[in-house]
C-alpha cells in the first residue's frame, strides 16, 4: 500500500514556517524541512489513510529537530516550573491607560506590540515555543500537540499559558525602546 | 473580581482555543456577555493568538524546497543543495 504523496506536499509552507521559528535560519529550516520529507516518504507506508497528516508530519520534524539539538545541547531552561503572570493587558490597564475604550487592534498597533512578534516568539525556550507555534500558529489541538510531542496534555495547557505569557512579556519589553510612538489614543 | 470572574479567566484560554465542553462554552459566553471587563479581556487576548498566527504565516517556504518535495514522490530522493 502506498500513499499518495501529495497529501503531504500541500503542507509544505506550514513545516516551513514552523522549521523556522524553531531554527531562526532559513537554511537550517529548509534542511530540517527536507529531512522531515525524506523520513516521511521513507515511512510513508506507516502512515494510516484518513487520519491526520499534518499532525504525522510535524510528528516527524520535531522529533528530528530534538535529536538536532539533542547533539548540540543548550542549556537546559526550567520550563515547566511556575512563572510569574504577565499579561499586556493589565499591564496597560495598571499604567492607567483607557485600555477599556480602545479595540484590541488599537491597543497593539498604539504600542507596536505586533512589529516583532516573531522575534518575540524565537526567543522563548523551544519547548515553550514549539507549544505556542503548533497551538496559536498552526491550529492543532491541545490533544493533538500532546501526541505530537509525546507530552500530556496537562502540560501542552501549562507551557501554553507561560509561553503566551512570556511572548507577551518580551513584546512588552521590546515596546519600551526608543522608537518614535504616535501619541496615545483615547486621550480626547 | 468575583467568583464567575475568576472561573472564566482560568477558562479563558480554553475558550479561545476551543477546547471547553459545551456546557463550558455556554457558562464562560453568559459571563462575558453579563461583564464587560472580563470580555475586554477575553478580546485582547483572542487578537493576541490572531496576532500571532498572521505575523507568522508570511513565510512561505522558498520555491525550491517546494519543487525538491513535489519531486521527492516522483524521482530517488537525493540531497538537495
Ligand atoms: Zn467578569
Given at each position: 500500500m502506498s500513499s499518495d504523496f501529495s497529501l503531504f506536499e500541500r503542507h509544505v509552507d506550514a513545516l516551513y514556517r514552523s522549521a523556522l521559528r524553531l531554527t531562526r535560519k532559513p537554511e537550517d529550516a529548509e534542511d530540517l524541512v527536507q529531512e522531515t520529507y525524506l523520513r516521511a516518504y521513507r515511512y510513508r507506508n506507516r502512515f494510516k489513510p484518513g487520519t491526520n497528516e499534518k499532525a504525522w508530519l510535524f510528528t516527524i520534524m520535531t522529533n528530528v529537530f530534538r535529536n538536532r539539538l539533542r547533539q548540540r545541547p543548550a542549556p537546559e531552561d526550567p520550563i515547566d516550573a511556575p512563572g510569574t503572570d504577565f499579561s499586556i493587558y493589565d499591564q496597560l490597564r495598571r499604567e492607567g491607560m483607557p485600555v477599556h475604550l480602545m479595540s484590541p487592534e488599537e491597543i497593539i498597533v498604539d504600542r507596536g506590540f505586533g512589529d516583532e512578534v516573531k522575534h518575540a516568539l524565537e526567543e522563548l525556550p523551544i519547548p515553550m515555543r514549539m507549544v505556542v507555534v503548533l497551538v496559536d500558529?498552526?491550529?492543532?489541538s491541545y490533544k493533538e500537540v500532546a501526541s505530537i510531542l509525546g507530552i500530556k496534555i496537562g502540560t501542552v495547557m501549562s507551557r501554553l499559558h507561560r509561553g503566551r505569557q512570556a511572548l507577551q512579556k518580551k513584546l512588552w519589553e521590546y515596546s519600551g525602546r526608543p522608537k518614535a510612538r504616535p501619541v496615545a489614543v483615547g486621550a480626547h | 473580581m468575583g467568583d464567575h470572574c475568576e472561573q472564566t479567566m482560568r477558562n479563558l484560554s480554553g475558550y479561545i482555543d476551543r477546547e471547553l465542553s459545551d456546557a463550558d462554552v455556554r457558562q464562560v459566553k453568559a459571563h462575558l456577555d453579563d461583564c464587560p471587563p472580563c470580555d475586554k479581556v477575553f478580546e485582547f487576548q483572542a487578537e493576541m493568538k490572531r496576532l500571532v498566527r498572521k505575523e507568522c504565516c508570511t513565510d512561505d517556504a522558498p520555491a525550491r524546497l517546494r519543487e525538491w518535495v513535489r519531486q521527492l514522490a516522483t524521482e530517488k530522493p537525493k540531497p538537495a543543495g
Open positions: 500558529v498552526e491550529d492543532f | -
